[in-house]
Structure formats: C-alpha cells, structure tokens
C-alpha cells in the first residue's frame, strides 16, 4: 500500500505571498482597491475550507499533478515542509463573481490531489463597499 501524505501548514503566509497577491489583484482591482484587499488579507484572521470548495467557488480547473508549481508543492508535501496559507477574496453569489485566488492556487491544486477534502489554511478577505 502506498503511504499517503498529509500537508502540513505554516501559522501564517510567508512575506513573497502579499506581493504575489498584489500582482494578481492589479489585473482585477484598481491599485486602491487592490491595497485595501492587500492590507485585509494581512490583517484577516486564518479559516479554514476544503480543497474542492475552494476550486468550486473559485471556478477554476484542477491543475495536474504534473504542472510543475503542483509538482513542486507536492514535493514539499513530501517531505515534510509547511505549504503556506493561501489568500482568497470573496466573491458574490448576487453578482455572480467567483472567489479570487490572489495567492495559493497551485498549494490548492497539490492539496486536492492528495484529497478533495484536505482543510486548508485561508486568509479571507472582502471588499468593504467604501472602497468600490
């Protein structure tokens, strides 16, 4: 029987995560609303939400195993080093507006592959109506 991997999580993202998020927000949100989702997903408190409602609500496709960012994340799985949380933007059923990835989808991506029901760390944030 083949062993099985479990991730394991740091406490919180790591510093490269909010710029990497920064990036991808920018082709969304203008630059004021994309710091203001910045300095939230840096203040926002860590929940917690399966793989496959993530891909769910995101609407994104499940990156295979072979993707070289899944690849390598699953390596570290592996060996036994933290994935870092990932850091989402709610969406809005009313609008249908999927969820945002700002950062983590290939760590959501490896998580699934291990198991669709993997718990993973999320930093949740939304825009407040002011800033729109």
Same mark, same amino acid.
């Given at each position: 029987m083949a062993k099985t991997f479990k991730p394991t999580w740091a406490d919180a993202p790591a510093q490269h995560d909010f710029p990497a998020a920064t990036a991808y927000l920018s082709l969304l949100a203008t630059p004021t609303q994309t710091n203001v989702l910045n300095g939230l997903l840096g203040e926002s408190v860590t929940v917690h939400h399966k793989a496959k409602d993530i891909l769910r609500a995101a609407r994104l496709p499940l990156l295979p195993v072979d993707?070289? $960012?899944?690849? %390598?994340?699953? %390596?570290? /799985?592996? %060996? *036994? /080093? &933290?994935?870092?949380?990932?850091?989402? /933007?709610?969406?809005?059923? !009313?609008?249908? =507006?999927?969820? =945002?990835? @700002?950062? *983590?989808? +290939?760590? /959501?991506?490896? $998580?699934? +592959?291990? $198991?669709?029901? !993997?718990?993973? &760390?999320?930093?949740?944030?939304?825009?407040?109506?002011? @800033?729109?």
């Open positions: 993707d070289p $960012s899944v690849a %390598k994340d699953l %390596k570290r /799985v592996r %060996k *036994g /080093v &933290p994935l870092a949380p990932v850091l989402l /933007v709610r969406g809005d059923v !009313t609008a249908d =507006q999927a969820l =945002q990835i @700002a950062d *983590g989808y +290939h760590r /959501v991506c490896a $998580s699934y +592959h291990l $198991s669709e029901d !993997t718990d993973i &760390p999320c930093r949740l944030a939304a825009l407040p109506a002011i @800033a729109v």
